[in-house]
Nanobody
Framework: QVQLVESGGGLVQAGGSLRLSCAAS????????MGWYRQVPGKQRELVAA???????NYADSVKGRFTISRDNTKNTVYLQMNSLKPEDTAVYSC???????????????WGQGTQVTVSS
């Protein structure tokens, strides 16, 4: 199996920063894209940022210039540096990874349990 464990969420004032981490563990042959999503009650989950194994990134328009996604392939870990946080960034943030467990099997999507980020005004 594969587990994704997130850390780094919490409460921060508007304008502050947080850094989220998500480490993948278990039987892993390779990891393709990794990403961060967020969801607030009553709304659909939305993509915040994603990064390929080669390091190409894409961001939601709402976070461009404020958030930075990165990854350490040696540690199977993805990070989300969040700066200039706004109250509207408040959500449960979850990481996602396309994991290939064995070379002879296609990649599958795995999700972390989610971490709460709350930005106070």
């Amino acid at each position: 199996q594969v587990q994704l464990v997130e850390s780094g969420g919490g409460l921060v004032q508007a304008g502050g920063s947080l850094r989220l981490s998500c480490a993948a563990s278990g039987t892993i042959f390779s990891i393709n894209a990794m990403g961060w999503y967020r969801q607030v009650p009553g709304k659909q989950r939305e993509l915040v940022a994603a990064i390929t194994s080669a390091g190409s990134t894409n961001y939601a328009d709402s976070v461009k210039g404020r958030f930075t996604i990165s990854r350490d392939n040696t540690k199977n870990t993805v990070y989300l540096q969040m700066n200039s946080l706004k109250p509207e960034d408040t959500a449960v943030y979850s990481c996602n990874a396309e994991v290939r467990r064995f070379y002879y099997r296609p990649a599958q999507n795995y999700w972390g349990q989610g971490t709460q980020v709350t930005v106070s005004s």
